[in-house]
């Protein structure tokens, strides 16, 4: 898209107020300028005028795509929200930041790290050194109200990050998706499984870990061992501690 030409000026104010790296923002320039986008907007300066606390802060709306630059995405973990506590959400799903309680999903898939990969325990949350690295950390819906988990589910971010997932499947080679739950498995039904390799389980939530699905799923091995095969750089999931 050659924004230079084909964008009036408002439109081109508009994509200069996105705080996201070039890689994403050039080839999703035409998203930002939907009418849904523009609606969602509307919406999150409505809240916030209403004093609505909303995480993560907006500089870190789109942590996930800062933090992962688009050429460098080698695998792919869906969430769904943000976590709703108190300096709980930093724009990475299933982290938290350091000196915040574990969550009890991503204590499960600790647990996980270390019967598969053997990575040795952490007394944090916080999976930047991931993202660093090549792995898309994705939410479905990239804000929250304080407190109120899914408060802002249907607002026009599922359709953003579906496209978020499409520049993905179109623009990138041998990405491991990993889709833990049916809803993430929903969402990324339409990947093409002939260019990525797509790994299904169940959720690491508690209630859905314990029923079996999660537990020895050994994603992490089969990521690095797909990795390898394509000639790229395996993930070192050892968490600095």
């Given amino acids: 898209m050659n924004t230079a030409v084909s964008l009036n000026n408002e439109q081109q104010e508009t994509l200069a107020r996105v705080q996201l790296h070039e890689s994403w923002k050039s080839p999703l320039a035409e998203v930002f300028l939907q009418p849904y986008m523009a609606n969602l907007r509307q919406f999150l300066a409505e809240q916030k005028k209403l004093g609505k606390t909303i995480y ?32 709980q959400a930093h724009g990475l799903c299933f982290s938290v930041r350091r000196g915040i309680t574990i969550p009890p999903s991503l204590r499960n898939v600790y647990r996980e790290l270390q019967t598969d990969v053997n990575a040795q325990s952490v007394n944090h949350g916080d ?33 953003f990050t579906d496209e978020v997932i499409k520049v993905v499947n179109e623009q990138c080679q041998h990405v491991v998706f990993l889709l833990w739950g049916s809803y993430a498995q929903k969402k990324g039904q339409h990947i093409d499984e002939h260019k990525h390799l797509v790994l299904r389980a169940a959720h690491p939530s508690p209630m859905a870990a314990n029923r079996g699905g999660f537990f020895g799923c050994r994603h992490f091995s089969k990521v690095n061992a797909y990795l390898v095969e394509h000639n790229l750089t395996p993930i070192n999931w050892q968490l600095p501690l």
């Fill in 127 to 159: 999976l930047s050194s991931w993202a660093e690295q090549g792995v898309l950390l994705l939410n479905s819906v990239l804000t929250v109200e304080a407190g109120l988990a899914a408060s802002h589910q249907g607002r026009g971010w599922e359709q």
């Fill in 56 to 87: 993560p802060p907006a500089n870190e709306y789109f942590n996930a795509l800062n933090t992962t630059p688009l050429a460098q995405v080698k695998v792919v973990i869906l969430g769904q929200d943000p976590y709703h506590g108190v300096g």
